[in-house]
C-alpha cells in the first residue's frame, strides 16, 4: 500500500476542489426556517384547537406580513411602472420642445403692446398644443398614481410623481402665456400710389 497523497482514491481522503464544495441556498432578506422542538405545537393527532390554533394563526399572519415587502413587485403593461414611464417621456416632450417657456417670456417682454393676428392665431396654436401634452402628461401620471400600490417599486411612484408635479407646472404656463397674448394690432390699409 503506497501513502503518496495522490495513489489514495478513498473519498474521506481527498478534498473538495472548489466546484464540488457545498454551497449555501438562501434567498436575500428572507430568514432561513429554523426547525422548533415541537413544544409549542400539538402533535398532529388532531386538529389545532385553543391557544395553540391562534398561535399558528398569528405565525401564518406574522409571515405573511415579513414575506409580503420580498414579493415580487406587481409589473406588466398596465402598471404604475409603465405609466410613469410614459409620463416621464411625454414630460420629456414638453421639455424639450421649449415652446412653452419660449412663449411666456416673448409675452412677458411684448407687455401688452398690439402683434399682428396671424401671429396671434401661431402664438394660441402652440400654446394649445403644448398645454394638451402637458396637460396629457398630468393625467398619465395621476393614472400611474392611482395604480399604485404595496408592491408597487418605489422608483415607480418617484418618477410618476414628479412628472405629475412638473406637468402641472406646465399647464399653469400654457395658461398664464395664453391670458398674456395682447390684442391683436389694427389692420393698416393698404397705400395706395
Known amino acids: 500500500m503506497s501513502t503518496a497523497p495522490g495513489d489514495n482514491d478513498s473519498p474521506d481522503r481527498n478534498p473538495l476542489t472548489p466546484n464540488e464544495a457545498p454551497k449555501p441556498t438562501f434567498e436575500p432578506g428572507v430568514a ?65 420642445s421649449g415652446q412653452l417657456l419660449e412663449i411666456l417670456t416673448s409675452m412677458l417682454l411684448v407687455d401688452g403692446q398690439p402683434i399682428g393676428a396671424d401671429q396671434i392665431t401661431q402664438i394660441r396654436t402652440q400654446i394649445m398644443l403644448g398645454g394638451a401634452v402637458a396637460l396629457l402628461t398630468v393625467v398619465v401620471s395621476a393614472l400611474a398614481l392611482v395604480l ?46
Open 32 to 96: 432561513p426556517e429554523v426547525p422548533d422542538s415541537g413544544a409549542a405545537h400539538p402533535s398532529d393527532s388532531g386538529p389545532p384547537t385553543g391557544e395553540a390554533a391562534d398561535t399558528r394563526e398569528a405565525e401564518a399572519e406574522a409571515a405573511a406580513v415579513t414575506a409580503a415587502p420580498h414579493a415580487p413587485a406587481a409589473s406588466g403593461v398596465f402598471s404604475t411602472e409603465t405609466f410613469g414611464i410614459v409620463g416621464l417621456v411625454l414630460l420629456a416632450v414638453t421639455l424639450f
Open 148 to 193: 399604485a400600490d404595496s408592491r408597487t417599486r418605489p422608483w415607480g411612484r418617484w418618477v410618476s410623481a414628479a412628472a405629475l408635479i412638473a406637468g402641472l407646472l406646465f399647464v399653469a404656463v400654457a395658461a398664464v402665456s395664453y391670458l398674456l397674448i395682447p390684442e391683436a394690432a389694427p389692420m393698416m390699409p393698404p397705400v395706395m400710389e
